[in-house]
């Protein structure tokens, strides 16, 4: 069974930094990509970032370009977000999401639960 | 950047009733669209990728047409476990744009 795990929310002062984490189970991490997606409280789905299976990053979404550097590590299973200059509208749960297989599959077949993250003063 | 925009952001049918949703996306995006399915509180789920392939395990009153800018997703006979807001995705590049939701209710 897929499993993917988010941590590393919580609440932060505008400005800030976090690290959220991914740990990824139940299938071959190296064969596949990732993505990071997030939902701000009553709003809709945004894309942050994604990156293949071989580490290339397939960007980010303009509102976090900058600011946000996704990464992963094979020996860890883990897919990683690291966020600075935390802004009060990125205040969002923040999902880990897996690609489908294959070539160019960039949707996303398999959620985690997400992580919150909150930016206030 | 390609914008991806759904309509209605809303609607209201019966159980049994066939519901159509529209996603257009503001450039040629091929077959690279995916649909989701949100209930309230939980986890978006996958039903339909390269615009017209069923997930496993999606049933079949799921399906998804189109190619190019515009797409929709149909069902065919709405049941009451279908409440939910409707996603769709491009994914063709960077960024991988979604559509700003349907929310689909009883009437």
């Known amino acids: 069974e897929v499993q993917l795990v988010e941590s590393g929310g919580g609440v932060v002062r505008p400005g800030g930094s976090l690290r959220l984490s991914c740990a990824a189970s139940g299938f071959t991490f190296g064969d596949f990509g990732l993505s990071w997606v997030r939902q701000a409280p009553g709003k809709g789905l945004e894309w942050v970032s994604g990156?293949?299976?071989?580490?290339?990053?397939?960007g980010y979404a303009d509102s976090v370009k900058g600011r946000f550097t996704i990464s992963r590590d094979g020996a860890k299973n883990s897919l990683y977000l690291q966020m600075k200059g935390l802004r009060v509208e990125d205040t969002a749960l923040y999902y880990c999401?897996?690609?489908?297989?294959?070539?160019?599959?960039?949707?996303?077949?398999?959620w985690g639960q997400g992580t919150l993250v909150t930016v206030s003063s | 950047d390609i914008q991806m925009t759904q309509s209605p952001s809303s609607l209201s049918a019966s159980v049994g009733d066939r519901v159509t949703i529209t996603c257009r996306a503001s450039q040629d995006i091929s077959n690279k669209l995916a649909w989701y399915q949100q209930k309230a509180g939980k986890v978006p789920k996958l039903l339909i990728y390269a615009a017209s392939t069923l997930q496993s395990g999606v049933p079949s009153r799921f399906s998804g047409s189109g190619s190019g800018t515009d797409f929709t997703l149909t069902i065919s006979s709405l049941q009451p476990e279908d409440v939910a807001t409707y996603y769709c995705q491009k994914y063709n590049s960077a960024p991988r744009a979604f559509g700003q939701g349907t929310k689909v209710e009883i009437k």
């Open positions: 999401a897996r690609d489908g297989r294959g070539g160019g599959s960039y949707f996303s077949d398999n």
């Open positions: 990156i293949t299976w071989n580490s290339v990053v397939a």
